[in-house]
């Protein structure tokens, strides 16, 4: 059973799924055909990296590895006058 690679709306790989079997499609042709999910492709991601995540390029079907972004870490409370009354 073949599997496609989902991706979200912004092409980040989310899950592996088996395809499933068009029935009518598959009986008109005497053999197995299979359905391609909506955002999915066939072409197998690249293995997880740790700091990256995975994204797919529609126009030149491939994937390839955007750098995660770091969230800044909040400045440390300075206690002001106010605070010691």
């Given amino acids: 059973m073949p599997k496609a690679y989902l ?9 592996e799924v ?14 197995d055909i299979y359905i ?3 955002d999915s492709t066939f072409l197998k991601p690249l293995e997880a990296k740790e700091g990256f ?3 797919f390029d529609i126009e ?10 770091k969230e ?3 400045a440390p409370y300075v206690p ?3 605070d010691n009354l």
């Fill in 53 to 55: 995540k995975i994204k």
């Fill in 80 to 82: 002001t006058e106010l």
């Fill in 72 to 74: 800044k870490e909040p």
């Fill in 36 to 38: 391609q999910p909506a």
């Fill in 18 to 31: 088996n395809c499933p079997i068009d029935p009518l499609e598959s009986e008109l042709q005497g053999h």
């Fill in 60 to 69: 030149n079907d491939e994937w390839f590895y955007e750098e995660e972004k």
């Fill in 7 to 15: 991706y979200n709306q912004e092409h980040y790989f989310t899950e």
